[in-house]
């Protein structure tokens, strides 16, 4: 049974740092494609940033210089570290694996920026 858990949301002032972990399980091995989605209230999930299984990142331009996506396959398990918060970046965060038909969520984590 493939499963994502992520961890390490919660409320930070802006300008913050915040850490996500996404550990995963199961079938879901080194091979997968894995990104960081978000959703904020009344919008659609957004991409976030994405790693590939050599380590290839890809990030929304809007996160740029911020944030930075990393694996550690020893762990099976996908950070997101997250600096200079806007309040923009307030959003549940979502943790993705996917190999072509396969794709798997976790079931999100909060991240609130606000003063």
């Known amino acids: 049974q493939a499963q994502l858990v992520e961890s390490g949301g919660g409320l930070v002032q802006p300008g913050g740092s915040l850490r996500l972990s996404c550990a995963a399980s199961g079938s879901i091995t080194s091979a997968y494609v894995m990104g960081w989605y978000r959703q904020a209230p009344g919008k659609q999930r957004e991409l976030v940033a994405i790693?590939?299984?050599?380590?290839?990142?890809s990030y929304a331009d809007s996160v740029k210089g911020r944030f930075t996506i990393s694996r550690d396959n020893a762990k099976s398990t996908v950070y997101l570290q997250m600096n200079s918060l806007k309040p923009e970046d307030t959003a549940v965060y979502y943790c993705?694996?996917?190999?072509?038909?396969?794709?798997?969520w976790g079931q999100g984590t909060q991240v609130t920026v606000s003063s």
């Open positions: 790693i590939d299984s050599g380590g290839s990142t």
């Open positions: 993705n694996a996917y190999k072509g038909p396969r794709n798997y």
